[in-house]
T-cell receptor, first 113, second 113 residues
């Protein structure tokens, strides 16, 4: 089955700096890669996703890049703000898999003032 | 206007008891899921139903039994609760079983003593 590794497990940045979270996946058939943000005590919420026919996608301060050959994908947050502090999860799934998401282990991002 | 709701929010019970968690979505989605998030925040899918049909059934003890009376509801019944069942259980739904955003409920924190 699919295995998703995520690094780092914790990340601390100064407000205004950029943050990068990296994930690797094992199943070359995976073709959908969403990112979820989970604030303390809250539910996970989708912030951005990318499909395998696209190499990069951007939405305001967040962007995701995908390298299919290396089976890597990354989340980039620019101009970080305190409200970006949360746990971020990457995930992967493949067509025909019933939208079964395999999640990474999460990254605790802390944005310090 | 709650999209995905779960009851109860907190559940404290003793080992050996049987308990149920209920989930309802008012988004008109066809697919619903149960996830378990352990104390290390690891998020893992347990079950998924599409149009009331079980489509994902991960390696979960058979003490866990999902039931979908209709497309809008997915319940989780747990028999003979064990200490290791303590976790946050999230229900989620999506438009279908393809690459669709999954909307999570608020979670049910189960504590087994």
């Amino acid at each position: 089955g699919e295995n998703v590794e995520q690094h780092p497990s914790t990340l601390s940045v100064q407000e205004g700096d950029s943050a990068v979270i990296k994930c690797t996946y094992s199943d070359s058939a995976s073709n959908y890669f969403p990112w979820y943000k989970q604030e303390l005590g809250k539910r996970p919420q989708l912030i951005i996703d990318i499909r395998s026919n696209v190499g990069e996608k951007k939405d305001q301060r967040i962007a995701v890049t995908l390298n299919k050959t290396a089976k890597h994908f990354s989340l980039h947050i620019t101009e970080t703000q305190p409200e970006d502090s949360a746990v971020y999860f990457c995930a992967a799934s493949k067509t025909g898999g019933g939208n079964k998401l395999t999640f990474g282990t999460g990254t605790q991002l802390k944005v310090e003032l | 206007d709650t999209a995905v709701s779960q009851t109860p929010k907190y559940l404290v019970t003793q080992m050996g008891n049987d308990k149920s968690i209920k989930c309802e979505q008012n988004l008109g989605h066809d697919t619903m899921y149960w996830y378990k998030q352990d104390s290390k925040k690891f998020l893992k899918i347990m079950f998924s139903y599409n149009n009331k049909e079980l489509i994902i059934n991960e390696t979960v003890p058979n003490r866990f039994s999902p039931k979908s009376p209709d497309k809008a509801h997915l319940n989780l019944h747990i028999n003979s609760l064990e200490l290791g069942d303590s976790a946050v259980y999230f229900c989620a739904s999506s438009q279908g079983d393809g690459d669709y955003e999954q909307y999570f409920g608020p979670g049910t924190r189960l504590t087994v003593t």
